[in-house]
């Protein structure tokens, strides 16, 4: 499986937009990337993910770089709500398990 | 439409006892998971089964862990004898079909405190 890398924490003001990076240097042509957010207490919540171009959902944006070696996950208006630990992970081909890092614990300031 | 289900919420048992965790996935997920995640740390997969058959087991203690999915439906995982390393919220996922461009659904976890 393709590693990532994040940063371990983040911190953004409530209503401005959280930009949330992942690198992915060794992600192959074929492997998604999927992000997954965990509030306390709670299970893993599925974000959005893409393979190439850059996906919007009603939850988030997903901006991914030409070459595909990182991506930005981005919360347009981020409330206190937001707050959680942020997963980015690339979905090797033909597996179908999440292998999880330790995420972005993304912190919400009001 | 109903997410994933599980229970108990919490269990408190002692080292060497048995325990239990039930599963309901979402309704029409063929493929189910099982995860373990230590406090700190990322989820981690035990089991995934397709249907009723297991898919891939590799990272199940199986000298303590079993898990079975029968009628392709719901789904328990149990331990027996357990450790004190087992102590962890264990999550239960569910998708659509087998591939990989489906998302995962989890359920809220059951965690596990062992005495």
Redesign the interface.
């Known amino acids: 499986d393709a590693k990532t890398t994040q940063p371990t924490s983040m911190d953004c003001a409530e209503g401005r937009a959280a930009n949330l990076p992942c690198n992915h240097s060794t992600i192959s042509g074929n492997e ?1 990337v ?1 992000w997954y957010r965990q509030i306390h ?6 974000i959005i ?1 893409g393979l190439k171009n850059n996906e919007t959902n009603e939850m988030a944006s997903l901006i991914i770089t030409e070459d595909r070696k990182s991506s930005t996950l981005i919360l347009p208006h981020a409330t206190l709500r937001d707050t959680a630990v942020y ?1 980015c992970i690339v ?13 972005t614990r993304l912190t919400i300031n009001p | 439409e109903a997410g ?1 289900a599980q229970s108990p919420r919490y269990k408190i048992i002692e080292k060497r006892q048995s325990v239990a965790f039930w599963c309901n996935p979402i309704s029409g997920h063929a ?1 189910l ?1 099982w995860y373990q995640q230590i406090l700190g ?5 035990l089991i ?1 089964f397709q249907n009723n058959g297991v ?2 087991d590799s990272q199940l203690p199986k000298d303590r862990f079993s898990a079975e999915r029968l009628k392709g439906v719901d789904s328990t995982l149990k331990i027996q004898p357990a450790k004190l390393e087992d102590s962890a919220v264990y ?1 239960c ?1 569910s ?1 659509l079909v ?4 489906q ?7 059951t965690r596990l405190s062992i005495l």
């Open positions: 998604y999927y207490s709670q299970g893993p919540q599925y993910h997963y979905r090797s081909a033909g597996a179908q398990k999440l292998v999880f890092g330790q995420g | 994933v493929t998971y740390q990322g989820p981690k997969l995934q898919v891939d999550l996922a998708s087998d591939g990989f461009n998302p995962q659904h989890f359920g809220d976890g």
